[in-house]
């Protein structure tokens, strides 16, 4: 049973550039959430995609953006970046949107995606 | 806005005993979920425990045990018979209606 994959592992990028992270949820998922993780710090909430919309979005910019395939598989694109967009960027699949916050909502994590920004 | 504490930048345990790691939370949704993960040095996130907010019990699987105290809004992490395999980064979470927030992480040293 495959789990939650991500590529590539390791990315660098000139500020200003664009980049595009690839994530496949564990088999039997259809919900994908994106987090950042800067150095020393704990992941934060980027957006999640359940039947390739975007159902909830934290507070980043619109530099950031995402797609979900049919397939359930996920794409972040970061326009324009930034030095300070340097971290592991996650990927996390479960079963459904988690709507219900009472339900035990697990997520999988993927292994993430280091970016640095130069 | 929903906020996540953990107070504890790193700790030391002697292989074998228990160890708490604090979580405090802070959060206007009625209903929530609350998290623990581990992520060793490799990077990955993994799931360790979780404790709904209208759970009666505390919760626990295996050696992990939520200790949690909904007045007091703490939803600690309990680590019994700790193993060197146990060393990693700790992670709080909480899920709300918008978003998952997760706290700064707590550095669980396991020593021999």
Redesign the interface.
């Known amino acids: 049973d495959a789990g939650v994959t991500q590529s590539p592992t390791h990315l660098i990028k000139t500020r200003g550039q664009q980049v595009t992270l690839r994530c496949s949820p564990k088999s039997g998922h259809d919900t994908v959430s994106w987090y950042q993780q800067a150095l020393g710090q704990g992941p934060q909430f980027i957006f999640q995609y359940y039947e390739e919309e975007e159902r909830q979005r934290g507070n980043f910019p619109d530099r950031f953006s995402g797609h979900q395939f049919p397939n359930y598989s996920s794409e972040l694109n970061v326009n324009a970046l930034l030095l300070g967009d340097s971290a592991l960027y996650l990927c996390a699949s479960s079963l459904g949107p988690g709507q219900g916050v009472s339900e035990a909502y697990e997520q999988y994590f993927g292994p993430g995606t280091r970016l640095t920004v130069t | 806005a929903q906020k996540?504490t953990q107070t504890q930048p790193g700790m030391f345990v002697q292989e074998k005993e228990a160890v708490t790691l604090d979580c405090t939370y802070d959060t206007s949704?009625p209903?929530?979920?609350l998290f623990w993960?581990k992520q060793p040095s490799?990077?990955?996130?993994?799931?360790l425990i979780?404790q709904?907010?209208?759970?009666q019990q505390n919760a626990t699987e295996g050696r992990y045990s939520l200790n949690f105290q909904k007045a007091r809004k703490s939803a600690n992490l309990v680590i019994s018979a700790s193993q060197l395999g146990d060393s990693a980064m700790y992670?709080c979470?909480m899920?709300?209606?918008?978003?998952?927030?997760?706290?700064?992480?707590t550095r669980l040293t396991v020593k021999p």
């Open positions: 996540i949704d209903s929530y979920g993960y490799s990077g990955e996130m993994i799931f979780y709904g907010s209208y759970d992670f979470a899920r709300g209606y918008n978003d998952m927030r997760f706290g700064a992480g």
